[in-house]
């Protein structure tokens, strides 16, 4: 009798991410833009569905009399003129909430101009937390720059992901903001990823940076281990008595370059069209979805910045064939 032998497939190799490099994602920049958009559309498909795009509402629970000194945020203590407001009841919230959902929106953000949570501050936060989160909605926070524990308290209180953008290149960040340095945010972004909660980290374009600048701000994202599940692109929005009040505007072809380099660099990532979506036409937002963006900020307002009523949207994607995630 002879013996049989059961063979089982190989399982497949594990292949790690690219190691991402400056050299290579200003390569990508250079491309001619028709190349750029083909190959981050194609990467897109890959990943997923090419005519869907997830739909998130911002909320400031807390406004304004940040100790930061943010050069392009209108709630700093330091320039900016947004009006101080105490942290929203949770009733108030929740209602904010509904409408979101109701007018589609499947994630719901809140965010407060903080240093960082105090302790007290944080108590009401997961209850408003909780409470979005018996809506049926994603829930995300935007709190600063948080200490040992909070990360913990936040992912029982139900949290799925916690915002902490990188906002530019590490060589750039000086010159943006001063009171503190860019690695304390990354100590921020690890303590969210100890506690189980999803990143959404992302920055902002059209302050100054140059090309190269852009790509490190990426590099820094894209080889992040992971990267971020959300990578927000902000195009600047000045706001009057900040220190970027009066930076040129980005052109409009760069800024859809940085979103497909973004596609490229982060296959699997969520990348979200965030501020200064106001500003840009219909025709601007669909050549950013044909470059990879998969997400918006939907709704009237992102913290102290406009943003594109909901029934614009609706329009856009009616014309485009474009449904909700």
Request: proline content about 6%; aromatic content about 6%.
């Amino acid at each position: 009798m002879t013996a049989t032998t059961t063979v089982h497939p190989a399982a497949p190799a594990f292949v790690p991410a690219p190691r991402w490099t400056i050299e290579a994602l200003v390569a990508l920049f250079e491309l001619p833009f028709n190349d750029l958009l083909f190959r981050a559309q194609e990467v897109h498909r890959e990943h997923h569905d090419a005519n869907a795009v997830q739909r998130s509402t911002l909320l400031s629970i807390k406004t304004g009399g940040c100790s930061e000194d943010c050069g392009y945020c209108s709630q700093s203590a330091h320039h900016g003129e947004a009006q101080r407001e105490a942290l929203l009841e949770t009733e108030e919230v929740v209602a904010a909430a509904q409408a979101a959902k109701d007018k589609g929106a499947t994630r719901f953000c809140m965010g407060a101009a903080w240093r960082g949570p105090k302790d007290k501050d944080l108590d009401r936060v997961t209850d408003m937390i909780g409470a979005v989160k018996a809506l049926g909605l994603e829930t995300c926070v935007t709190l600063g720059m948080l200490k040992d524990g909070q990360a913990e308290r936040l992912k029982s209180a139900g949290l799925d992901y916690y915002n902490h953008n990188l906002d530019t290149a590490p060589e750039f960040y000086g010159q943006v903001i001063k009171t503190h340095a860019q690695s304390e945010r990354f100590d921020t972004i690890d303590k969210v990823r100890e506690a189980g909660i999803k990143v959404c980290c992302g920055g902002i374009v059209g302050m100054g940076e140059t090309r190269r600048q852009r790509a490190s701000l990426l590099v820094e994202l894209a080889n992040m281990n992971p990267p971020p599940e959300s990578v927000p692109i902000n195009e600047l929005v000045p706001m009057p008595g900040t220190p970027l009040e009066n930076a040129p505007p980005l052109d409009p072809f760069e800024f859809v370059r940085t979103i497909a380099v973004a596609r490229i660099s982060m296959p699997g990532s969520m990348v979200r069209l965030s501020a200064g979506r106001q500003e840009m036409s219909d025709e601007l937002q669909a050549l950013c979805f044909l470059a990879g963006a998969n997400s918006i900020f939907y709704g009237d307002k992102l913290l102290t910045a406009g943003n594109p009523e909901a029934d614009r949207d609706e329009a856009l994607f009616a014309r485009l064939g474009l449904k909700a995630a």
